[in-house]
Each structure stands twice: as C-alpha cells, then as structure tokens.
C-alpha cells in the first residue's frame, strides 16, 4: 500500500484531524515541510537562507522542503536580482484559502477515484 494511500486511512480513524495533519496527509508531505510552509507565511520572500536560518535547520534540507512545497502549489519562486550581479530565488506562500482550495481539489479528486472503484465492485 502507498505511504499516501495508508496516511489518508489513518486520518479517516481520527475524529478531530488538526489542519497540518490534513495537509501532510493531502500532499504527501512531511511535518518539517508543513511547518517550512507556515513559517513561509510569516516570512513572505524569504530566501533559503533565510528561512534555514530562522527554523535553525540545515539550508539543503529547507531547500527540498521549499521544492516540495512548489511542487504541490503550496509555494512560489521568484529570481530577484542581486544589485552586485547574480540572483537569489525568493519563496512566498499561497495564502490559507489557496492552500484550502488545494486540499478540496485533492480531496474531490480522491473521493471519485473511490466512488468509482466502488462502482467497478460487484457481480
């Protein structure tokens, strides 16, 4: 059984799921990555750097969470130029509502891949 297939049963068996437990379970991603992505609201634009610096972990790591983040349009990127020359890439969270949307997309979507195994099941 997939690792996301086995998160949703064990969210269906709690009454009162928290929303973070929601998303991981939604996404597929990590609690580190959840807590990257609402660290990011607080701190729209930040860097990498930035935000390893703030959540004191290791810059690649939060750099995998930014990209998993992305991935699944729960983050942005944008190139901002560097003055000297060069570029950074800034991160910006979508907004709750987005991400909420996002989660009702995901959750529609599996709802109707069930009703139709469903209906696929019988004589």
Known sequence: MADRERSMEDLMLVDSPAFERIMECVFGIQPHETGTYFRLLDMQGSTAAELADDLERDRSTVNRS????????????????????????????????????????????????VHARIDEFGP
Do not use: K
């Open 66 to 113: 930014l990209s998993t983040l992305c991935e699944n349009e729960l983050a942005e990127r944008e190139r901002r130029l560097l003055d000297g020359g060069g570029y950074v890439y800034q991160y910006f969270a979508v907004p709750i509502p987005d991400a909420q949307a996002l989660m009702h997309r995901a959750v529609d979507e599996w709802a109707e891949t």
